[in-house]
């Protein structure tokens, strides 16, 4: 039993310490003392929480003397003795405090010390100050060789270059502590890993030299020689190696999982697919070029999460925007001062319901500051990568994704895919593009992945009448299971599926991107296929937001990425009401985007009422805002404005913004805005990629303005058509004066 008393002050505090005690009654006076005159002095709001671990002697009654005495002690009893990472993990679930700071009772780490861990945190903005203990003065016996001995193993075992890596001085965010305390291995004397276990997670730890003093009062646990201690500390290095060096990272979802007691679900696939699974995931640093074999665990971890009920889900999106918003603002400058000139405080942003305190995030704002400003202090550029799109605006847009948002991006595409009826191993086809922008590596990786993932590219900027036959020659032969790719590509074989069926394989579904997918499309490249189809919504910056299930009652947000608000004149929308789509990712640390508007449309749904899949995850309604469009080129190509998309985004130094604009077959209006580094041969470049793919003889006019007005959503309109084109006959094409709508 855990029994908390508390005294109760009308001000919040800033730092709670947390000191276990068992049998310290002579010296808990002098530490609360002590540690109230460091508050008094430094003038923090605090508090000290002492918990009884089970003590023999009179220190639960020394406790609750103290109590009555000071306002700022509040104490903690444990029926029996639990340990010290216990009284740890007792003291911080009571704690009250933004930050924790962790001492022992025995009045060794001077309590005014305290003020130099804090003071040490808030000047460098790391996430966990330990406190080193000085040899000055210290007692050179056996337990200080033994102590120096075991950092010296730490340091070796997990390539780390810590003075004292076991200190159990320690000072930091309170959701730090809650995050590496959940560990798997059984340790004997897990505190000793403290700091392995918040490096192992990512965080930042930096040092600051404390005395330390000899006891004066009460006994140690230690003797001199202690042989059962230092057996146990051996355990507990072959323990923590496989735990934290051998094992894979344990990410923030898995933590949730585990203390919410989430139950597993079963895996559903016969052996040889997960055979096939398990050698992909092996061979992931050999088809990947920044994902890791983290990412198998991760998309383990979200089959399991998508049948947490909604508060549970609510629950984790709290939990993570909390130490988000906390990153941002310890860590990156842009946030920071939009957070300081707003009078607004980390621990002001509790839910997702005080969301609506932060203003919105525009593109241009987020563009103006991405050099340096929205990048984060703490960011490892081994571990970032650069993200270059144009969307459907047509204004070249770079930003840049770490590798834990890489890895969760993709466990969600596979998730996503199984509601669509695919299991991995399935043959599956993609109409899309597979290597246009990519360098040589990552042509030879994306292609070993194909191979891997049974994946066959169907290359969608190349689609036409000349060639329709043998694309469709090729799906017939390979037989696959599953398709995915652009809406206007499948709008544009349904035709001919139309005409005649698939007869030599059988799709379980089919995944539609990229552009909206109005539902007479929907219904006739079902009926073409014949199988369902299932609509994704997604951007460049975070890939897939939201997912068609097998229900097909709206899209589920992959709500442990993302935060997606749909918002009317400022504030949430209604039930069935249009609103636009503003997004919060709760995995990008390295550029973070807290509440950024995409400028697409979509109706909102009531999250009240379960899906009929059974999944509690958040859902959106139908998206809008972004337009079906296809340019013809004189060779009769037929492409999607997604491929001006992907071949401006390689270009941003040189065009700011383009828009082509298409009135008949083979000729095309090319409107451009030049960037700064605008050259005639970047420009060549890019005229000789358009008649590459739209035919040499295509009349293509440009025209260099200095602006491209904008379309009613907030978003340029990259491209144009006033083609009268019907997807089901488009060997008869006819031009309408009247803009396409």
């Not at 146990?232 to 894979?248: H, M, N, P, S, T």
């Not at 929308?573 to 973070?592: F, H, Q, R, S, W």
């Amino acid at each position: 039993m855990q029994q908390v008393n508390n005294n109760n002050g009308s001000v919040r505090p800033l730092i709670s310490v947390v000191a276990p005690c068992f049998n310290e009654s002579g010296n808990l006076y002098e530490l609360t003392l002590r540690t109230a005159k460091v508050f008094e002095k430094h003038e923090i709001p605090g508090e000290l929480i002492l918990v009884n671990d089970g003590s023999t002697d009179n220190t639960a009654e020394v406790m609750e003397d103290l109590s009555r005495r000071f306002n700022i002690l509040r104490t903690v009893h444990h029926a029996e003795n639990k340990g010290i990472e216990h009284g740890w993990r007792s003291g911080v679930e009571a704690a009250r405090g933004d930050y924790v700071c962790l001492i022992d009772a025995d009045l060794q780490n001077p309590p005014e010390d305290i003020w130099r861990l804090y003071r040490e945190i808030k000047h460098t903005r790391t996430d966990m100050v330990q406190g080193c203990r000085s040899s000055i003065g210290r007692l050179k016996d056996s337990r200080f060789i033994l102590s120096k001995g075991l950092n010296l193993l730490l340091n070796i075992l997990f390539g780390m270059r810590a003075k004292d890596n076991k200190s159990g001085f320690v000072l930091a965010r309170r959701d730090l502590f809650q995050e590496i305390f959940s560990h798997s291995g059984r340790y004997f004397y897990w505190q000793s890993f403290i700091r392995v276990a918040a490096e192992s997670r990512g965080f930042r730890v930096s040092e600051v030299e404390t005395l330390f003093e000899s006891r004066q009062v009460g006994t140690s646990f230690m003797s001199q020689v202690p042989v059962k201690v230092i057996l146990r500390c051996l355990w507990d290095l072959a323990v923590g190696f496989k735990e934290y060096r051998l094992g894979a990272r344990v990410g923030p979802l898995a933590s949730y999982l585990k203390r919410n007691k989430a139950v597993p679900v079963m895996n559903d696939l016969e052996w040889w697919r997960r055979a096939l699974f398990s050698f992909y995931v092996l061979c992931m640093p050999l088809h990947k070029w920044k994902i890791t074999r983290r990412a198998g665990r991760y998309y383990k971890e979200l089959r399991e999460s998508q049948w947490l009920s909604r508060e549970q889900i609510l629950d984790y999106q709290n939990e993570r925007l909390k130490q988000l918003i906390r990153h941002a603002y310890e860590h990156v400058p842009f946030y920071r001062e939009r957070f300081d000139n707003l009078g607004l405080i980390p621990s002001d942003i509790k839910s997702v319901d005080d969301l609506g305190k932060i203003p919105v995030l525009d593109k241009k704002t987020f563009k103006d500051n991405l050099y340096f400003d929205l990048f984060s202090s703490n960011h490892d550029k081994r571990e970032i990568l650069r993200v270059a799109t144009s969307g459907s605006t047509g204004e070249p847009f770079v930003c840049y994704a770490d590798r834990f948002q890489l890895e969760m991006r993709w466990a969600a595409t596979l998730r996503s895919m199984e509601w669509a009826g695919y299991r991995f191993g399935d043959r599956q086809a993609r109409l899309w593009h597979q290597t246009l922008g990519m360098s040589t590596t990552q042509v030879l990786r994306e292609r070993l992945d194909a191979l891997f993932c049974r994946r066959l590219f169907i290359p969608a900027f190349e689609l036409s009448d000349a060639n329709i036959g043998s694309m469709i020659d090729k799906l017939e032969r390979y037989k696959p299971s599953f398709i995915d790719g652009y809406a206007e590509s499948f709008n544009f074989l349904s035709r001919y599926f139309s005409e005649r069926p698939p007869s030599n394989f059988r799709l379980k579904g089919i995944m539609s991107s990229a552009q909206i997918l109005p539902e007479q499309s929907r219904a006739i490249i079902e009926r073409a296929f014949n199988c369902k189809v299932f609509d994704k919504y997604g951007s460049r910056e975070f890939s897939g937001i939201a997912y068609e299930c097998e229900a097909h009652e709206g899209h589920h947000v992959v709500a442990e990425n993302y935060i997606v608000e749909i918002l009317k004149n400022g504030v949430a929308a209604k039930d069935g009401e249009m609103g636009e789509i503003i997004i919060t990712d709760l995995n990008n640390y390295c550029v973070p985007f807290i509440r950024y508007r995409l400028g697409d449309l979509a109706m909102a749904m009531d999250d009240s009422v379960l899906c009929g899949c059974g999944r509690a995850l958040p859902r959106i309604g139908r998206i809008e805002g972004r337009t079906q469009a296809i340019v013809v080129g004189a060779n009769g190509n037929y492409l999607p404005g997604t491929f001006f998309a992907h071949l401006f985004k390689d270009f941003d130094h040189a065009v700011a913004q383009y828009q082509i604009v298409q009135e008949k077959v083979g000729a095309i209006t090319l409107k451009i805005v030049k960037a700064p580094r605008f050259t005639d041969s970047a420009f060549g470049e890019i005229l000789a990629l358009l008649r590459q793919y739209l035919g040499e003889s295509t009349n293509i006019t440009v025209e260099f303005v200095e602006t491209i007005p904008l379309i009613r959503t907030g978003k340029h309109q990259g491209v144009i058509s006033r083609l009268d084109l019907d997807f089901q006959n488009l060997t008869s094409i006819g031009i309408n004066e009247a803009p396409r709508v």
